[in-house]
């Protein structure tokens, strides 16, 4: 039988539910409105609904590598508390994500929510999901995930103050020993605690550093009006130079430098050379939970006496 936009609508009304979900949920049921409602709950997408225009913005990230180090994912996934990041629950939900996206062959993540959940069968990622929500009560989201593959090397991986954030660092080598498998694990903490946006400075935009070298002139004339040319553009390289040595992982100092002076770079030369390797940091990924979500401040005095129409 047709299912009618009237009967989406009202079946939306009742449940909070997506239009989509509606007209899935009625299609199954043959525009039966109380089977439909039966069904959106056992999908938990009514539940789910209601609850997503709260923001998730705590969670975990998790990493995955394969045996043999040539494949590896980290995923993010998000609830609304802390408290409920910390729940062997959700901690075993975010596990099953990431074995998922371990396999997937989605490019992004609508393609991901669409495909078959491993875990059970009939249900989508998304419907899981939305399961999940029912069961634990808070909004929660699958915001991203990355795959990364090396042939000629492994991938190591990082994970921080209990999933906060999540790294993995592909590194191409020739020798893949405890040493080195030891020094792209430091790469990778060196990642997580200082949070470079490049792996090397030739990654970083040309038409970016034009744009600093126009804004930095002005500052260092405005800072020293009768200074010439040269003194001019050895001011602005060496803040140039400073800035990338922050932002690009292969130009910021070692953490672990003994001297405080050693680069990343030089690190990975070092370890190179006392193993007869050849050794390429590639790239890495480096999640943190929350990051670029605006988080709601809760004022609970005021929800309270809202709720009691104070």
């Not at 079946?11 to 069904?39: H, I, P, S, W, Y």
């Not at 002005?218 to 060496?238: F, R, S, T, Y």
């Not at 030089?266 to 999640?287: L, T």
Request: charged share 30%; net charge negative; hydrophobic share 40%.
């Amino acid at each position: 039988m047709a299912i009618t936009a009237k009967q989406v609508k009202e079946l939306r009304e009742m449940t909070g539910a997506g239009m989509m979900d509606c007209k899935k949920a009625l299609t199954a049921t043959e525009g039966d409105m109380d089977k439909a409602v039966e069904f959106l709950r056992e999908k938990g997408l009514a539940t789910a609904q209601k609850k997503a225009s709260r923001v998730a913005a705590e969670g975990l990230c998790k990493t995955v590598v394969s045996e043999d180090g040539k494949n590896a994912v980290v995923v993010e996934v998000n609830a609304e508390t802390d408290f409920v990041a910390k729940n062997e629950k959700f901690q075993t939900y975010v596990a099953q994500v990431a074995e998922q996206a371990m396999e997937t062959s989605a490019a992004d993540i609508d393609a991901f929510l669409a495909e078959p959940w491993k875990f059970e069968e009939g249900k989508t990622v998304k419907e899981a999901l939305a399961a999940q929500v029912a069961v634990i009560g808070e909004n929660m989201n699958i915001r991203r995930f990355s795959q990364v593959k090396e042939d000629n090397g492994f991938i190591a991986s990082y994970t921080h103050m209990g999933g906060k954030i999540g790294v993995l660092v592909d590194v191409e080598s020739d020798v893949v020993n405890d040493a080195v498998k030891e020094m792209a694990k430091n790469v990778a903490m060196q990642c997580a605690a200082l949070k470079p946006q490049y792996t090397s400075r030739e990654e970083v935009d040309q038409a970016y550093i034009e744009h600093e070298k126009e804004i930095l002139m002005v500052q260092a004339k405005n800072e020293k009006p009768d200074a010439n040319e040269k003194i001019l553009n050895g001011m602005v390289m060496g803040r140039i130079n400073k800035e990338l040595k922050e932002i690009c992982l292969l130009d910021q100092v070692y953490v672990k430098a003994e001297d405080g002076k050693q680069t990343v770079g030089k690190y990975v030369e070092q370890v190179a050379k006392e193993n007869s390797a050849n050794i390429k940091v590639k790239s890495f990924v480096r999640y943190e939970t929350g990051e670029g979500i605006e988080k709601r401040e809760e004022n609970f005095a005021e929800e309270v006496a809202k709720q009691m129409g104070m």
